[in-house]
T-cell receptor, first 117, second 117 residues
């Protein structure tokens, strides 16, 4: 069974400082990894994904994530945090396609990121 | 591109009544859509996978007779909560797979807040 762990329920960072939101995963075969952001009472917005290729993936709003196969991690990062980055962040992994086009995403429990002005 | 809408955004209903939530892919055809439920301060729980023209696949523990899913066209899936009770109050989010023919991503709707009184 596939799983995702986000070990920190909450992360607080001062504005302008670098931020990291941690994610580790477990899946059979090669992982497809995703980061989503959720603002209050809103659906999820796609930030970035790792499918294959470079371990450092760049996404929306200046975010990036680093895929580390040996550590089974996919941490989300940003060099300089903005107050508007404050939101709930979900890491997700996609498992093996048992049926074409019929896949499942498994989400972590989410990390609430608060950027302090 | 890849915009998913939901209607209504909020609904309040009385216990015992039924509520229908619509999920539409606005600028693409979605053969597969997903329905999630999110409890406060918790992650997303996959309820069911909706495939156009066929019966939905429900996750273990989800009552298929209570949560009726119909995916009658390539741009519309509906979730009907039948005989709603207060414990059904939650945030319901749909998503759709896009684009076809490539590595799939899920694009999420903005969610529907259901309150059963």
């Amino acid at each position: 069974a596939q799983s995702v762990a986000q070990p920190e329920d909450q992360v607080k960072v001062a504005e302008g400082n670098p931020l990291t939101v941690k994610c580790t995963y477990s899946v059979s075969g090669n992982p497809y990894l995703f980061w989503y952001v959720q603002y209050p009472n809103r659906g999820l917005q796609f930030l970035l994904k790792y499918i294959t290729g470079d371990n450092l993936v760049k996404g929306s709003y200046g975010f990036e994530a680093e895929f580390n196969k040996s550590q089974t991690s996919f941490h989300l990062k940003k060099p300089s945090a903005l107050v508007s980055d404050s939101a709930l962040y979900f890491c997700a992994v996609r498992g093996y396609l048992s049926n074409f086009g019929n896949e499942k995403l498994t989400f972590g429990t989410g990390t609430r990121l608060t950027i302090i002005p | 591109g890849a915009v998913v809408s939901q209607h209504p955004s909020r609904v309040i209903c009385k216990s015992g009544t039924s509520v229908k939530i619509e999920c539409r892919s606005l600028d693409f055809q979605a053969t597969t859509m997903f329905w999630y439920r999110q409890f406060p301060k918790q992650s997303l729980m996959l309820m069911a996978t909706s495939n156009e023209g066929s019966k939905a696949t429900y996750e273990q523990g989800v009552e298929k007779d209570k949560f009726l899913i119909n995916h009658a066209s390539l741009t519309l899936s509906t979730l009907t909560v039948t005989s709603a009770h207060p414990e059904d109050s939650s945030f319901y989010i749909c998503s759709a797979l896009y684009p076809p023919g490539q590595v799939y991503e899920q694009y999420f709707g903005p969610g529907t807040r259901l309150t059963v009184t």
